[in-house]
């Protein structure tokens, strides 16, 4: 998974990663944002969940909360990945 682009000319193995550092970014606020969401919605089961550990409860909490986010920025960047190289492969495939 490429996280930086260090060099601004596309070389040929660049060909399959088009995406920036930006991009990447954008994809961790957005996680952070559908975290943030899930969370507040699921906020009463999670709290009745981690109570069974009541000294840790908070670090329990915590812990879902960038656990989901790592999760969520993760599964958004790898399929952000993989549709650009399926779209990539096809436009080879079909040239217009």
Same mark, same amino acid.
């Given at each position: 998974?490429?996280?930086?682009?260090?060099?601004?000319?596309?070389?040929?193995?660049?060909?399959?990663?088009?995406?920036?550092?930006?991009?990447?970014?954008?994809? %961790?606020?957005?996680?952070?944002?559908?975290?943030? $969401?899930?969370?507040? /919605?699921? +906020?009463?089961?999670? !709290?009745?969940?981690? =109570?069974?550990?009541?000294?840790?409860?908070?670090?329990?909490?915590?812990?879902? %909360?960038?656990?989901?986010?790592?999760?969520?920025? $993760?599964?958004?960047? /790898?399929? +952000?990945?993989?549709? !650009?190289?399926?779209? =990539?492969?096809?436009?080879?495939?079909?040239?217009?």
């Amino acid at each position: 998974m490429v996280v930086f682009l260090a060099r601004s000319d596309q070389s040929e193995s660049d060909r399959f990663h088009p995406k920036t550092a930006r991009n990447h970014y954008v994809f %961790g606020i957005i996680g952070l944002g559908i975290t943030i $969401l899930s969370v507040f /919605l699921t +906020y009463s089961l999670l !709290v009745g969940i981690v =109570s069974l550990v009541p000294l840790l409860s908070t670090t329990a909490i915590a812990f879902v %909360g960038v656990v989901t986010w790592v999760v969520v920025w $993760l599964l958004l960047d /790898l399929a +952000y990945e993989h549709y !650009v190289r399926k779209r =990539s492969t096809s436009s080879e495939t079909y040239p217009d």
